[in-house]
């Protein structure tokens, strides 16, 4: 019976070292943490390996719900996930009983007002991104790939196949920037 501890956060601006201590102090045997939205599972490979890790009897330590899934859907598959592995999930700063219905309703309420803030937050800044459109001052991220060495290359012969290989970026993109240019 093994307790893994997972941490989590959005940017590199915020600190995981709390939710490590945290985890510690807790008794986790090993401890995986990551710098990547909770949006999504996609992408989040410490997370990946602790579901894959986990075995009967073991114990997923977090922190809070919302460092192991801002999606109701996610968290649900998680727990899904857990359950048939026969290992048990704990939040060391919430009460989670995922054996009686009760807990499990606040877990699922949990992982609701986690989805809700993604969403409110999601809302705030689309907002934002269309007032400072309306001001004109929105311009988008910067580009990341350099239309003249996409052109350079496929005027020395390449094929988009080999241009998106060579700047680790997808062929579509090479084709849309060599439209974009006129260079197709």
Do not use: W
Request: proline share 2%.
């Amino acid at each position: 019976m093994a307790k893994i501890g997972y941490g989590r956060v959005s940017t590199t601006d915020q600190d995981l070292n709390l939710q490590e201590n945290t985890l510690k102090a807790a008794g986790c045997d090993a401890i995986r943490v990551e710098t990547v939205s909770g949006a999504s599972r996609q992408g989040r490979g410490e997370l990946e390996t602790v579901l894959q890790f986990l075995r009967a009897g073991d114990e997923l330590v977090i922190t809070r719900i919302d460092r192991l899934a801002r999606s109701i859907g996610d968290l649900q598959d998680i727990v899904r996930m857990l359950k048939a592995k026969g290992a048990t999930l704990r939040a060391t700063e919430q009460p989670i009983d995922m054996s009686t219905a009760s807990g499990k309703a606040f877990l699922d309420m949990l992982g609701v007002f986690a989805e809700f803030e993604t969403n409110l937050r999601r809302e705030r800044q689309l907002e934002g991104i269309a007032q400072a459109k309306a001001r004109g001052v929105y311009k988008g991220r910067k580009a990341s790939i350099d239309p003249e060495v996409v052109a350079k290359l496929r005027a020395e012969g390449k094929r988009p196949v080999d241009i998106a290989r060579e700047l680790k970026i997808s062929r579509a993109s090479v084709y849309r920037v060599l439209e974009e240019n006129d260079h197709v």
